[in-house]
């Protein structure tokens, strides 16, 4: 660190990514990236864009901005696009909480702490139960800018609309975003429920079930004088903060919703396929709504088992948090990854 580092950032300790690597060729089933390449669509309306890189683009995303609010049943004034949903959470973080302190759970989206702590803002954790879920009294009774993954991660446990909606109504004078990074995977969306309540703010991703993750495509649906103070943070920022390529492989990508509910229904399928597998094999598995699976074996060492996956060539992710520390989170790819997984695995438990 210089000496010229803003000393109020000292406490930041940034976000570790999961590994990406560029030498060997692993199985990557570490950082939640969908199996499948982009929509075709995507690929020609970006390569189509690239041509007019030149030029800024449209600081509005108005085309985009359009095809996701008729997507979802909104106004474009209801929409915001941002450079991955990170960018759309650090702005929620900036707009809402600097008064008022972040609350989330103690086991969850890791960058939300990091947000918490780039913007000068209080958190606190709320356990989740002992079974993974969340206690939504936590987020009733509480005065703070709540921050839910709906499904969570990395358990990939879904709330019920219901109890967001209680969340949500509990308090109109906070903000309640609900992160749906994961929800095209058999979790319910809460975007309905804009239209009832001004302090609800959902992220979606292109990155998971859209297969955009190198691209970096977010956005945010809510009330549109929230949608008008993100966007104020937005133009304050980076207006540009969506790159030509991205913004028309966005336009092209969430025109293909076949393309889209096909690659979805595969994840599931094969995240049933590993579920099972994993049950004969003796894993304990949380109840995933998303593309992945939170597992773990009595007896076999969490940190040791992601290790020896690496050494034959499948990358997993294992947090070394006191909860959590035997849990491997694999990420659901295509069906032959899935089995050289369980081959693997069944291998790791013989040699023990
Ligand atoms: N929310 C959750 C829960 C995530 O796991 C991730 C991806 N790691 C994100 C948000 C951010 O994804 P992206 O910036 O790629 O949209």
Do not use: W
Not at 73 to 95: K, P, R, W
Not at 131 to 137: C, G, L, Q, R, V
Not at 266 to 274: A, D, I, K, M, S
Request: hydrophobic share 35%; with cysteine; aromatic share 10%.
């Amino acid at each position: 660190m210089s000496k010229f580092f803003n000393e109020k950032l000292n406490g930041l300790v940034p976000y570790t990514p999961g590994e990406q690597p560029t030498g060997r060729k692993y199985i990557k089933l570490n950082t939640n990236e969908s199996p499948f390449p982009p929509s075709p669509n995507a690929v020609m309306m970006a390569s189509m864009a690239s041509g007019d890189c030149q030029l800024y683009p449209d600081p509005d995303c108005s085309v985009l901005v359009k095809a996701i609010a008729q997507t979802y049943g909104v106004e474009s004034e209801n929409v915001i696009v941002t450079n991955g949903s990170d960018e759309v959470l650090n702005f929620a973080f900036m707009a809402y909480c600097c008064e008022k302190k972040a609350i989330f759970p103690d086991l969850t989206y890791g960058f939300y702490s990091v947000f918490a702590t780039l913007n000068g803002v209080q958190y606190c954790e709320k356990p989740l139960k002992e079974d993974f879920t969340i206690d939504i009294n936590d987020y009733i009774l509480d005065d703070g800018t709540v921050f839910i993954a709906n499904p969570n991660a990395p358990t990939g446990i879904a709330l019920e609309l219901d109890d967001i909606e209680k969340i949500v109504k509990s308090n109109p004078d906070r903000v309640v975003v609900i992160d749906e990074a994961y929800v095209d995977f058999g979790g319910k969306s809460a975007i309905p429920l804009i239209k009832k309540y001004k302090n609800l703010l959902i992220t979606q991703t292109f990155s998971k079930s859209r297969s955009m993750a190198g691209a970096r495509l977010g956005f945010g649906i809510a009330d549109k004088e929230i949608i008008s103070d993100l966007n104020r943070i937005r133009y304050s920022t980076n207006p540009y903060n969506v790159n030509r390529m991205t913004l028309m492989a966005g336009v092209g990508a969430i025109t293909d919703g076949e393309y889209f509910r096909k690659n979805c229904e595969q994840v599931v399928l094969n995240r049933e396929y590993t579920t099972v597998e994993l049950e004969k094999l003796g894993f304990e598995l949380t109840p995933s709504k998303a593309n992945f699976v939170f597992a773990k074996k009595k007896g076999l060492d969490g940190e040791k088992t992601y290790l020896k996956l690496k050494e034959k060539g499948i990358l997993v992710r294992h947090f070394n948090k006191p909860r959590i520390k035997d849990y491997l989170r694999i990420t659901i790819g295509a069906k032959e990854e899935m089995t050289a997984l369980i081959q693997a695995l069944k291998e790791i438990i013989e040699e023990k």
